[in-house]
């Protein structure tokens, strides 16, 4: 079993930053996709980003490229998202996840409890 606890959010204001933290414990990184889904007030859960642990590889959705940084310490167990321009549209839970192949809602083995950030204008 896996434990996801995110932290780091808060309330800001547009052209702030934030970074975001996912400590993992109760199994290693090895072959795990990790990242973060983002889910706004009526709306559905989205991919925010997500990295590899072989290959470090990165993606991000279109909305937050060139912003948000996701990155990882494998000595420590944890994930981050570097969060820079906030802006009020990026007002949602931040989910930390984990899964085994494909990083899709679907196919997310584990959550994290999730943690506000809150952009105002």
């Known amino acids: 079993q896996v434990q996801l606890v995110e932290s780091g959010g808060g309330l800001v204001q547009a052209g702030d930053s934030l970074r975001l933290s996912c400590a993992a414990s109760?199994?290693?990184?090895?072959?795990?996709?990790m990242g973060w889904f983002r889910q706004a007030p009526g709306k559905e859960r989205e991919f925010v980003a997500a990295i590899l642990w072989i290959s470090r590889f990165t993606w991000y959705a279109d909305s937050v490229k060139g912003r948000f940084t996701i990155s990882r310490d494998n000595a420590k167990d944890t994930m981050y998202l570097q969060m820079n321009d906030l802006k009020p549209e990026d007002t949602a839970v931040y989910y930390c996840?984990?899964?085994?192949?494909?990083?899709?809602?679907?196919?997310?083995?584990?959550w994290g409890q999730g943690t506000q950030v809150t952009v105002s204008s």
């Open positions: 996840a984990q899964s085994i192949g494909r990083f899709t809602i679907e196919t997310v083995a584990y």
């Open positions: 109760g199994r290693t990184f090895s072959s795990y996709t």
